[in-house]
């Protein structure tokens, strides 16, 4: 793998298999395309990402608290444990990767698409979703949304048992006829 400074990413290219030391500065990178890289510095609070792709990355446990992500694709990336609290989204897809234990606490998500991926014990609390969270053929197990206004999540075609949510919000929440009995029964309601 090549060692290449962060500082010395430049817009419009791909990087692929590049490691990438620690940045001092703050990070900004816009119109990049990262395929199998690393990253020696794990700290990306703060941050702005625009127009960026990311696949085949492992940022498990990272940080990117309070940070801003638009037009982002993750493709087949580990997101295990990373902290995405009080981030701003927009249009942002995340596809074929694992985010269990990922944290969007207190995060603002715009129009966001999930595809093919793990969200089992995610926390999605104080979150608020605009102009959609459609997540298809991915696992939500346990994933937390208390105080989060669900209006405009799709879960329908995703897997999902015991989540939690605080039962004022949920209207507008999009579940299939399968997934209501769970919805249900978190109200005492018994469906024979």
């Excluded at 009080?86 to 995340?94: A, H, R, V």
């Excluded at 048992?161 to 929440?173: H, R, S, V, W």
Aim: with cysteine.
């Amino acid at each position: 793998m090549i060692n290449k400074e962060f500082d010395d990413i430049e817009e419009e290219n791909t990087y692929e298999n590049i490691n990438f030391s620690s940045m001092r500065d703050k990070i900004r990178v816009s119109d990049v395309t990262f395929i199998n890289c690393t990253f020696d510095q794990n700290n990306f609070k703060n941050s702005e990402w625009l127009d960026c792709t990311f696949s085949g990355i492992n940022f498990s446990n990272f940080n990117f608290e309070n940070s801003v992500l638009y037009r982002i694709e993750f493709k087949n990336c580990n997101l295990l444990g990373t902290d995405f609290s009080g981030n701003t989204w927009k249009d942002n897809t995340i596809e074929n990767s694992r985010a269990d234990y990922a944290t969007f606490n207190s995060s603002k998500l715009t129009n966001t698409h999930i595809r093919n991926s793990n969200f089992n014990e995610a926390y999605f609390r104080e979150v608020a979703f605009q102009k959609g969270f459609v997540a298809k053929e991915s696992t939500f197990k346990h994933a937390d949304f208390l105080e989060s206004k669900l209006t405009t999540v799709d879960l329908s075609s995703s897997d999902f048992n015991d989540i939690i949510f605080t039962p004022e919000n949920i209207k507008g929440l999009i579940i299939n006829q399968f997934q209501a009995h769970i919805l249900l029964s978190n109200f005492g309601v018994i469906i024979r």
